[in-house]
């Protein structure tokens, strides 16, 4: 093996390859097909500074700032080198693993909170896209808020699915609202996200709740149970408007 050097190396373009044989040492310089030196990088772990917020709307963004965040990616073994870096979101036993989605020019990585994501608040993990280097926890929480209604006046205050046992209203959804609906059309009630969801055709109505019939035993289970339950929303017609009224599943 040839001396390696003790002090951290650094990228740059004054690399040479090294070929020992028969006990004889011979360097070639590290040029491309048209003889230029190549450049080589020298991967490093990330260091992260800060985010750009503790608090977001679904469908917004997230920047990470910090350094060694991202190397440029070449089409090659990804068990070397990874074509985009991961944000980790973690919530009791629920982690979603989001891809970078921008690499701004200060070197920060912006990533996209996607309707897919459950609102409540996250533990935060990063990982550059060197596959050898561990995921770096993030020293702050990251809290995902629902949108707010788009209706002028009407929003749902509570959406409380009840339990297999419940003696009145076992496995249905009570939807309230702050205010009357008697004249509002309800076009859609839509829980979940695109890996696991319910579009609720059969409820009744009343002045100011919306309550459904009992859902079935495999969509009770998928949207009743775990620590962070899903997200949902209620499009309503309104004097020939429509309007998204999203709300959070409590228990």
Known sequence: ????????????????????????????????????PIECVVAKPPIINSVSSTTIIKGGE??????????????????????SSKLELKEGGTTNYLNQMDLNNDGSISFNISDDIKSGTYNLAFKNNIESFEKVEINSMLTIELPNSNHPSLIVTEAKIYSNIDQNTPKQILI???????????????????????IIGNYLTYTSTI????LSDNDFSNFYYGSNLHDGYVIIEDGGVEYKLPFKLTR
């Open 1 to 36: 093996m040839p001396n390696l050097p003790s002090s951290n190396l650094e990228g740059g373009i004054d690399f040479e390859f090294l070929i020992k044989y028969e006990g004889q040492e011979h360097s070639f310089p590290l040029l491309n097909s048209i003889n230029n």
């Open 62 to 83: 997230l920047t990470v700032f910090g350094s060694n965040l991202y190397f440029s990616y070449f089409n090659g073994d990804n068990t070397i080198i990874n074509q």
């Open 176 to 198: 309230t609202f702050n205010g009357n609906i008697g004249n509002v059309e309800i076009k859609e009630i839509k829980i979940g996200n695109s890996f696991s969801s319910i």
């Open 211 to 214: 309550l459904t019939n009992a």
